[in-house]
């Protein structure tokens, strides 16, 4: 069982950039494949990247395409998301989660998510 807390978030201008940390416990972290997530004002949530149990493959929608970033540390149980030229439409509450079907074919299904960062980026 893993449980997740997401942090990092906060106001920033576009064009800035941040970094998100998602911190798990739980004994067989490296066991899953893990995705960040996210949801604005009025809208479902929406996938934004995954990463495999090893942090070897990677995968990103096309909205962050290039200028998001995925990464896992194993030693430290922990998953990042370097976000770099933030735009307005990013906004939102951003999750990490478990990722429980297979990597590569959308729509993910996903469990054990965080409370959320709130991202917002001004124009």
């Known amino acids: 069982q893993v449980q997740l807390v997401e942090s990092g978030g906060g106001l920033v201008q576009a064009g800035d950039s941040l970094r998100l940390s998602c911190a798990a416990s739980?004994?067989?972290?490296?066991?899953?494949?893990m995705g960040w997530f996210r949801q604005a004002p009025g809208k479902e949530r929406e996938y934004v990247a995954a990463?495999?149990?090893?942090?070897?493959?990677?995968y990103y929608a096309d909205s962050v395409k290039g200028r998001f970033t995925i990464a896992r540390d194993n030693t430290k149980n922990t998953v990042l998301l370097q976000m770099n030229s933030l735009k307005p439409e990013d906004t939102a509450v951003y999750y990490c989660?478990?990722?429980?079907?297979?990597?590569?074919?959308?729509?993910?299904?996903?469990?054990?998510w965080g409370q959320g960062t709130q991202v917002t980026v001004s124009s």
């Open positions: 739980g004994r067989t972290f490296s066991t899953y494949a």
């Open positions: 989660a478990v990722i429980t079907s297979p990597l590569g074919y959308l729509p993910y299904k996903f469990d054990s």
């Open positions: 990463i495999n149990r090893s942090g070897s493959t990677t």
